[in-house]
Every structure is written in C-alpha cells, then in structure tokens.
C-alpha cells in the first residue's frame, strides 16, 4: 500500500459531497454497524506494510492508533476534520518527504466487539477511507485499562516498514489514549482478534520494548478524556515511554502535535519553527502544542534518528508469519 498523492482538493470534494446528500464522515459506525468492517479486520493479517517505490522513494511510517471506548469515542471525528493540516504541515513545509499513514482503533478485547480495527499505510485520501470505516464502539469494560497492549503486539509483530527495513530509521507509533494497558498481551487474545498462536502471555514492558525496536512510540493523553488528569494514567505511561507520554490540554491540538512531533524527529524544523508554521496555518492550537513538546523537542531528533538493532530481523519475523 501506500500509493498516490494526498489531494485536499479530494477531500473537501467528499466533504461537500458529504454535506449535501447528509452523509456521515462515520457512514459504517453511524450506520449501526457494531463488527469491525472488513478492510480493518487485524484477523489473519500477515503485515501491514509501509514500503518505498518510484512515486515515493522515502517512505516513513506513521501509525496513528486511538481509543474509541467511552469519552474517546469522538477522538476520530476530531482527526477526520483535521486532517487537512495534518497533511499540510507534513508534505507543503516538508516535515516528511513520503508519509506513509495508519489509522486505528482500540478498544477492550475482554468485552468489545471490536477490540482492534487497523488500516494500510496510506499517501492519498484512502487514509480518510480507513478512518470513516472505523466502528466508534464507545464501549469498555468500565475500569481504568483497554487493550492498548494487543495493538502493539499487532504493531510489533504484523508490519513491516521500509524505513526500518533499508534506513535503520523508526516509524512513529502515535497512541491516544486515556487508560492504562493491561499487564499483559494475553495469548488467547491474540489467538482470537488477530489469528497468532501464542504459547504464553507476553508482558506489557516486553512488548513495548519490542515495538520501540520499529516505531518512536507517543502516548497521548488529551484533555476532556474522562481519565485526563489522573496521575495513575500518566505515571504507568511516562513509566513505560518516559517523556514520550505527554498531556495535551486540548484535543483539537492532536493533529498539530502529531505533525510537529514527526517535523521535529526528522529535524526538519525545530520546536519554535514548528510553531510558527502553525501560526501560518492558521491553527489556534499553537499554545497547547508548545506546552505538550515542550519537554521532548530538544531531544527528538536524536532519539528518532538513533541506532536501532539489526532491521534484518524484521523482515525475517515478517516471513515467519
């Protein structure tokens, strides 16, 4: 996956369209479907790949995966109306040469019907596709934890990212959240949502570890979530990912975030620079931006740019699969 050119001219085309015959950016969830739909189903799925080409000699992954349980159940809608800066900021102010985009979403594999939904790596407006296709469960199992471990087992164990592979150079993992993850990635689990059979649980820091190998992983934690502000949620997080947990004061800042999280981890700007890009774009999300990289913008272009163990070993895990 992960050919084409990303079109704003496409996307407020639908958009319009949108609007004049009633139709929802969320058809599939709106339209009463509770299973995940098909394109999003991690059931069976060998990898997900982010691959460069001729169109797009430099890919660089960036997965965006949300919880869709309970307040964060309108994240999505957020990021759909957003994602025309989002774009913008990556490819006309050249923070990311070919981004390559996931959407997906998490929810509780103990109770939901769809505890995992995950997209392609996309250039073009099939990315929107994805996130309309996402069931905007808002379930949960009522307590402090959803399963943000099974989704980076999948991120972990089921994509494979050309980055990595031929660079030795991290994707980006962006999780927006408001719990914390389970302790562990349960082997039954995994057996029953995404088709592995595992002969043992893996533990919640196992996986992370793992995961980090392929992706700079971010939790973030926005507010008007119904746990944002709880020092349980921030604590476990900043406990696995350290600074690379952050608290935003305001959701509508996720998009701006996320680019400038990417711009600044692939030194195409620095943090002031950024921030004047979004005062250019006419984002009111400047404050809150600079106030959530304020702790982690001096360092991340070292961080995403480290040496990484042998990338050869992904794609032989791939073609273990």
Request: aromatic share 6%; net charge negative; charged share 25%.
């Amino acid at each position: 996956m992960g050919s084409g050119i990303w079109s704003t001219d496409v996307y407020d085309a639908a958009k319009r369209y949108r609007a004049a015959t009633g139709t929802s950016a969320f058809a599939y969830s709106d339209g009463g479907a509770r299973t995940v739909h098909a394109d999003l189903d991690p059931r069976g799925v060998r990898a997900r790949e982010s691959r460069d080409s001729a169109e797009h000699p430099d890919s660089l992954a960036i997965a965006v995966l949300f919880d869709v349980t309970g307040s964060m159940g309108h994240v999505p809608r957020v990021l759909q109306t957003k994602l025309p800066q989002l774009l913008g900021l990556l490819l006309r102010k050249g923070y990311a040469t070919d981004p390559q985009i996931m959407f997906g979403a998490i929810g509780d594999a103990t109770c939901d019907r769809a505890p995992l939904q995950v997209g392609q790596f996309e250039s073009d407006n099939r990315m929107d596709d994805d996130l309309g296709r996402i069931v905007l469960e808002g379930g949960g199992g009522g307590q402090l934890t959803e399963s943000y471990e099974l989704a980076m087992y999948f991120m972990a164990r089921h994509t494979t990212i050309d980055c990595q592979v031929r660079r030795g150079r991290r994707g980006y993992l962006f999780i927006i959240g408001d719990e914390l993850a389970y302790p562990r990635v349960k082997a039954h689990e995994v057996r029953d949502v995404i088709g592995d059979d595992l002969t043992e649980d893996i533990p919640v820091r196992q996986i992370v570890d793992e995961v980090r190998r392929s992706y700079d992983t971010y939790y973030l934690l926005p507010a008007g979530s119904a746990h944002a502000g709880d020092g349980r949620v921030l604590g476990f997080w900043r406990g696995l990912l350290g600074q690379n947990a952050i608290e935003l004061d305001d959701l509508d800042a996720v998009c701006e975030t996320i680019a400038l999280t990417v711009g600044l981890g692939e030194a195409a700007v620095d943090l002031d620079e950024g921030l004047a890009d979004l005062d250019e774009f006419g984002s009111d999300a400047t404050g809150s931006v600079s106030k959530a990289l304020a702790r982690v913008g001096a360092d991340l272009g070292a961080v995403a740019r480290s040496a990484l163990p042998d990338t050869a070993a992904t794609d032989d895990r791939v073609a273990r699969l």
